[in-house]
């Protein structure tokens, strides 16, 4: 069975820097297309940060802004680091596995909350 397990959300100051971790089980993610989503409230789900598969490629992933997705293949996990947050990232932070014939994983997400 696969899980996605998020970490380190939180409460960060405007500013601040904040990084989220996704442990990954069930599944190798080496192989896979990974990226970050976030749902403020109120608002659609939207991508914030992918990596592409070193064999098939589903998102752009040269355009490199305030948040960073970088993965560790012998930790089996995803992170995405956040610097210079804004109140508007305020939201639930999810983590994706993408597999090449269409199927995602998802995990249950962790609340980032900035504010003064």
């Known amino acids: 069975q696969v899980q996605l397990v998020e970490s380190g959300g939180g409460l960060v100051q405007p500013g601040g820097s904040l990084r989220l971790s996704c442990a990954v089980s069930?599944?190798?993610?080496?192989?896979?297309?990974l990226a970050w989503y976030r749902q403020a409230l109120g608002k659609q789900r939207e991508r914030v940060a992918c990596?592409?598969?070193?064999?098939?490629?589903l998102c752009d992933d040269s355009v490199k802004g305030r948040f960073t997705a970088s993965r560790d293949n012998v930790r089996n996990t995803v992170y995405l680091q956040m610097n210079n947050l804004k109140t508007d990232d305020t939201a639930v932070y999810y983590c994706q596995v993408s597999r090449d014939d269409g199927i995602d994983y998802w995990g249950q997400g962790t609340q980032v909350t900035v504010s003064s």
């Open positions: 990596l592409n598969s070193p064999y098939y490629k």
């Open positions: 069930g599944m190798r993610i080496d192989s896979y297309t």
